[in-house]
């Protein structure tokens, strides 16, 4: 590892946050240091890791106090801000190590109690830790290399050869008021130390100025580094086998079994040189089930991943081996809170859910990681990506080896530690992957952003790429650009979806076109060409989409935008019409043969929707031809109002939550009798 310090850039830092509401100098190096560290992965992942200055502040009464800037939960050391490094009042924060104990409880009240801002974010748990050390500059992490050295039985013979005196070692205990007493007691006792070395947890190093702290942080990093190098080196591993499972053969009946009807989850599959070398260890379950690298990664991965093991089998034999090692793994799980928590009779402990949140499928190559969104997932996959590669250092140095499962469950189950993951309001499509076609624009550009407030998670498709691309970026959703008359584009677009998130939930299939001739005159390819858009593409995206649901196990929904050409057909639009009759029907079958898989396929009946569907001139002269002028066309019906691409995208979300609601042809055109399903 090399230093990344810049002269130049920390001039800048200094510079652009001159002005910023409680900040000076020493607080623009620290947010310039902190990215330093929080842009590197092999230091911290996903809000790992936590840096700090102490320094002189102007509170609201214009007096100037000692404070303690230190990275506030909730924010992220690689985009952190000034607005995410808290200041806490210095003075009596330190006095609090003069208490015998003090409860997880009184600890953040007394941080915020301390806050010069009542309205900053809570300072991060270790807030007393970087308080008791006098050191100006604190920087924490947990790198790769450090990990590989204190993960060990023989730690600090390693670290000692290692580092000498310029870092003291400190034995596991768990973050909070005990550890802040200890580190501080540690490095007293070692007046030349320049940081700490957390066994089971990480580094600390510290100094006088924003860019000696970071060096010494570097230059241990460093130093594991190049240690662990020239173990490795001389080892010499043999290359990963080639897989012999095909993850697509398994992906879906996986998913399904993980999850439930009721919650769903997302995968992030990875495959690498180095993913491929660990799921082929011959001990993998030995040291893939002694535990996380760090405590802190528990509440994301578990303490250990499942291991699923296909190898040698025929296809037809994979479901029974998913649900044995799930049954295997959600036992193991629930066993093991039962014995913790008999072990603490004090406490009321409500179990989480015992389903992995990594998954090592051996033979395939991949790491999987699972999650209740898509962002769950891939932290999950990062996370054990990392682990991997600190197990395998630790094992080319000596022996991985990480805390007891008394530990970890006190991690796990810390109310600090599960308040990172969030307590947002559940959407009713949470845990929904969701692909719609024609997404670029009109209906179904309307409709994407519906599912995307409901929760789903999206996967749009559509021919025009720049349209997509502004939408798809605006939601956050995967794209493809697809010809959705192009069969084995559109096939393959469901299976590219389903590799994205690990599944599929639900399609909106949408994408159309309005060709106008009159039927005895139509060609035979203009008529190809609208049933190949407004029926066959319906077909391809729905079977390859009930294949998925079929192996998922966990139903889903098919959604279809139907026409009131289909029951109210108008001249010159029989080549329309048609295949939107057909496509009626499809829904109609679909719901037939998809009712006892839990599959739902609806569709709806739009009418008169500003669209691209006709052009300017089509509408102009629909219009004039019943007398009326554009507006008032779009408002003739019923209701005597304009129906808008909202109001169909509202009628899709409302079938896709409709649980009981099957083979039904929505209407949503402000009503049209002659067009009224029958």
Request: glycine fraction near 8%.
């Amino acid at each position: 590892m090399q230093s990344r310090w810049s002269d130049q850039d920390a001039r800048d830092y200094i510079e652009r946050y001159a002005n910023a509401p409680h900040a000076n100098e020493d607080v623009a190096l620290r947010v310039y240091s902190s990215r330093l560290i929080g842009r590197e992965p092999s230091l911290v992942l996903h809000g790992g890791g936590n840096t700090s200055v102490k320094t002189q502040l102007v509170d609201d009464t214009g007096a100037t106090v000692e404070v303690l800037c230190v990275k506030g939960s909730g924010w992220d050391l690689g985009d952190i801000e000034p607005a995410g490094l808290p200041a806490v009042r210095l003075s009596t924060l330190t006095e609090l190590r003069a208490l015998e104990a003090m409860t997880d409880e009184d600890m953040v009240n007394a941080q915020r109690t301390r806050l010069l801002d009542a309205g900053a974010p809570n300072p991060s748990v270790e807030t007393l830790l970087h308080a008791f050390l006098p050191a100006k500059f604190i920087d924490h992490s947990h790198a790769d290399a450090i990990l590989a050295c204190v993960d060990q039985p023989e730690a600090a013979r390693i670290c000692a050869a290692l580092f000498g005196e310029r870092l003291a070692l400190v034995p596991y205990v768990m973050p909070g008021f005990a550890l802040a007493k200890l580190a501080a007691e540690v490095a007293q006792a070692h007046p030349k130390a320049e940081g700490l070395l957390l066994l089971q947890h990480g580094l600390f190093t510290w100094g006088a100025t924003a860019q000696e702290s970071y060096e010494r942080h570097v230059w241990a990093v460093d130093a594991a580094e190049r240690y662990i190098g020239s173990w490795q080196q001389t080892q010499q591993p043999p290359a990963s086998a080639a897989p012999s499972v095909q993850p697509a053969r398994f992906y879906p009946e996986l998913r399904g079994r993980v999850g439930t009807r009721d919650r769903r989850y997302f995968f992030d599959m990875r495959s690498s040189e180095a993913i491929r070398r660990f799921t082929d260890r011959s001990d993998l379950v030995a040291v893939s089930q002694r535990g996380p690298v760090t405590p802190d990664h528990v509440i994301r991965t578990k303490a250990a991943p499942l291991l699923l093991d296909l190898r040698g089998r025929p296809a037809s034999e994979y479901v029974g081996e998913i649900e044995r090692a799930l049954a295997e793994f959600r036992g193991a799980y629930r066993a093991y809170v039962a014995r913790q928590a008999e072990a603490r009779p004090q406490r009321t402990i409500t179990a989480l859910d015992p389903d992995p949140r990594v998954i090592l499928a051996p033979g395939a190559g991949v790491m999987i990681g699972v999650g209740g969104s898509p962002k769950a997932a891939r932290v999950a996959a990062d996370l054990y990506e990392h682990t991997i590669d600190v197990i395998e250092a630790a094992e080319a140095i000596g022996s991985y080896q990480a805390l007891p499962e008394t530990d970890l469950f006190d991690m796990e189950y810390w109310s600090l530690e599960q308040a990172k993951l969030g307590k947002s309001q559940p959407r009713p499509l949470d845990g929904h992957i969701v692909l719609v076609s024609g997404a670029a624009r009109g209906i179904g550009e309307a409709t994407a952003r519906a599912f995307a407030r409901a929760g789903a998670s999206l996967y749009l498709i559509d021919r025009e790429a720049d349209a997509l691309a502004a939408v798809a970026g605006s939601l956050g959703a995967a794209s493809e650009i697809v010809d959705v008359s192009d069969e084995q584009a559109v096939r393959r677009a469901v299976q590219n979806c389903a590799l994205t998130f690990g599944g599929l939930d639900g399609i909106v299939s949408n994408a159309g076109y309005a060709p106008q001739s009159s039927i005895a005159s139509c060609t035979t390819e203009l008529l190809q060409a609208s049933f190949a858009v407004n029926f066959y593409a319906h077909q391809w995206l729905a079977s390859e989409a009930f294949s998925l649901f079929q192996r998922q196990g966990i139903g889903g929904f098919l959604l279809f935008n139907a026409s009131k050409a289909a029951f109210n057909p108008g001249p010159m639009f029989g080549p329309y019409a048609l295949p939107k009759a057909a496509l009626v029907a499809l829904t109609k079958q679909y719901a037939l043969e998809g009712g006892p898989l839990g599959v739902r396929a609806n569709a709806v009946n739009a009418d008169r929707i500003r669209t691209g569907l006709m052009s300017s001139d089509d509408v102009e002269r629909r219009a004039a031809a019943r007398g009326l002028e554009v507006d008032a066309y779009f408002r003739s019906n019923l209701l005597a109002r304009e129906v808008t691409a909202n109001d169909v995208a509202a009628a899709f979300v409302h079938l896709a939550l409709a649980p009981s609601t099957t083979g039904c042809v929505l209407t949503v055109d402000g009503g049209n009798i002659a067009a009224s399903p029958r």
